[in-house]
């Protein structure tokens, strides 16, 4: 699964990238996000053009009865996202592009201990994870909400997590966002060009932390005494 990533992009160069408008009123870089935290995607407004919006990671559909259980929906598996019914009406209607630098998985190491890597592209340029969103009302006030698809991991990926986020290139973003296309054909693991372009990056067990935050966490690391290793042998 994806359960923490970074995206440290300001909201004028997300809204460049994605060709969008901002209606986030601003956004700083967060290097650590968490369920639940408030972030950025992008996503097609009523009149068809894109927006930059600021949504908390953890789908709500509108039926739930309470925003308790957004942390355990930050995830939706493109097995079963068009059949799920917490996540098919979004899945259907309601698509986004969720901007990151990339994301967060944890290996066993042989001393019991667990190490992070942060995988992202080695050009430093912006992943798109395939993201669905819906609104969640209480109380008169609204809330946007998402999700994160995931996928069966490929390649090296699948050395470091059997699941990674569902990462789609640019020629594919209008589809996805688009409410009258198709988007089944999507939903495929990365080809063999996308993986290329990822760097698995050892980073400071720090990031376990959701209090730490900053650039550090994306620094490649290595316990003391030993060399950064940017392409490690996991296992």
């Keep these: 699964m994806c359960g923490r990533y970074a995206t ?10 994605f060709e969008s408008s901002d209606e986030t009123g601003g956004i700083g870089p967060d290097f650590n996000v968490a369920p639940t935290d408030p972030v950025p995607l992008v996503r ?10 600021l949504g908390r990671w953890g789908l709500l559909p509108p039926w739930s009865r309470s925003a308790s259980g ?17 996540y098919a009406p979004s899945f259907a209607r309601r698509r986004c592009l969720v901007p990151a630098d990339g994301w967060y998985e944890w290996v066993r190491r042989a001393d019991g201990g ?3 890597y942060f995988m992202t592209p080695r050009d430093g340029s912006v992943l798109a994870f395939a993201g669905i969103w819906s609104v969640w009302e209480s109380a008169g006030r609204s809330r946007l909400t998402f999700s994160v698809l995931t996928t069966a ?41 996308q993986l290329a372009r990822l760097e698995i990056r050892p980073v400071s067990p720090a990031v376990g932390d959701v209090r730490n935050d900053g650039p550090e966490l994306i620094t490649p690391w290595s316990p003391a005494g030993t060399e950064v290793d940017t392409e490690p042998t996991l296992f």
């Design 70 to 86: 957004a942390a355990r929906m930050i995830n939706a598996r493109v097995e079963t996202v068009a059949t799920s019914r917490a």
């Design 114 to 116: 667990r190490q992070p």
């Design 153 to 193: 991991a490929v390649g090296e990926l699948a050395e470091v997590h059997d699941r990674m986020p569902l990462l789609l290139a640019a020629e594919h973003w209008a589809a996805w966002l688009s409410p009258t296309d198709e988007p089944a054909a999507l939903l495929t693991p990365p080809d063999a060009g």
């Design 8 to 17: 440290t992009r300001s909201a004028g160069e997300l809204s460049a990238l």
């Design 44 to 53: 097609l407004a009523p009149e068809g053009h894109r927006l930059l919006s």
